[in-house]
């Protein structure tokens, strides 16, 4: 079952949210639990969840863009004057993705996905963006499947880190995301 979660289900759930995160990108300790529970006092806060019974398999959860914030401060100078004017003037940021290994496969993503894509407080914003790495083509494919496009290459947290890719979507004057 997909269900949509506003913050206070979300962080009644967090504990189950971070540890999804850190067995999907191994990365224990990360520091996530403080930065998924910033996010959810963002305006706009809505996450998808992926159920089995009560069994959390997986999320997408996002809010809206805004001055001040990382993606407007790092990301947005990164992308072409045209995506920067068209793409960060007002958005919605599908912040994390997330399914359980052993849950992959059967659909999961695609369903959070448009689920999270119909969502109210996605749809408000003429633009939804995310950001993937740039070596997980399977993520990749998906999200253009939905609609998304490639906005910045190459996009890098730290000069030696892994390459992301930042793709958008257009969600004004646009048709449903293509099976």
């Known amino acids: 079952m997909i ?63 805004r001055p001040g ?33 052993e849950a992959q496969g059967r659909g999961l993503g695609r369903r959070l996905m448009e689920e999270l894509l119909a969502a109210p407080e996605v749809r408000r914003h003429p633009v939804a963006l995310l950001m993937v790495d740039d070596a997980n083509e399977r993520a990749r494919a998906l999200y253009r499947s939905l609609g998304f496009e490639d906005g910045v290459r190459e996009f890098r947290f730290t000069p030696d880190g892994d390459t992301k890719r930042v793709m958008g979507r257009r969600l004004r004057d646009v048709g449903p995301p293509r099976p």
């Not at 990108?25 to 006092?41: E, F, L, N």
């Not at 305006?43 to 089995?52: R, T």
């Not at 960060?88 to 290994?101: G, M, N, S, T």
């Open 3 to 65: 269900a949509r979660w506003g913050r206070e289900r979300f962080l009644a759930r967090l504990g189950d949210v971070v540890a999804i995160y850190e067995t999907v990108w191994a990365r224990a300790g990360s520091g996530q639990r403080d930065v998924s529970a910033r996010r959810a006092t963002c305006p706009d806060f809505v996450c998808a969840a992926a159920l089995e019974d009560e069994r959390l398999l997986g999320f997408a959860y996002g809010s809206a863009g």
């Open 69 to 101: 914030e990382w993606w407007h401060e790092r990301v947005a100078p990164a992308a072409s004057a045209a995506a920067r004017g068209e793409w960060f003037a007002d958005y919605f940021v599908i912040a994390e993705v997330a399914v359980l290994p």
